[in-house]
């Protein structure tokens, strides 16, 4: 789906990465690369078990319901 500029925050995908930022990346000081994706792959594991289906997400907005432009309607 076509995301605008500056709106990053319309794609859920991004609050996805900000929380796994967050929880395993930030303040952290691992030995190695190997310890970093253990961290992040538990951070996934931990994630995918207590992830919800996201619904009712703006229910009244215009930008959820396709509608044809006023022109398009006209019979010719």
Known sequence: ???PTYASWL???ESEFTALR???LNG???ADHAEQAA?????IRWRNRRATPK???AV???IRHL???HYLNKVA
């Not at 961290?39 to 951070?43: D, E, H, L, P, T």
């Open 28 to 30: 952290s000081d691992y």
């Open 67 to 69: 509608r044809q432009p």
């Open 1 to 3: 789906m076509f995301t």
């Open 39 to 43: 961290a992040i792959r538990g951070y």
């Open 22 to 24: 967050y929880f395993t």
């Open 60 to 62: 009244n907005s215009s």
């Open 55 to 57: 619904r009712d997400f």
């Open 11 to 13: 794609n859920w995908i």
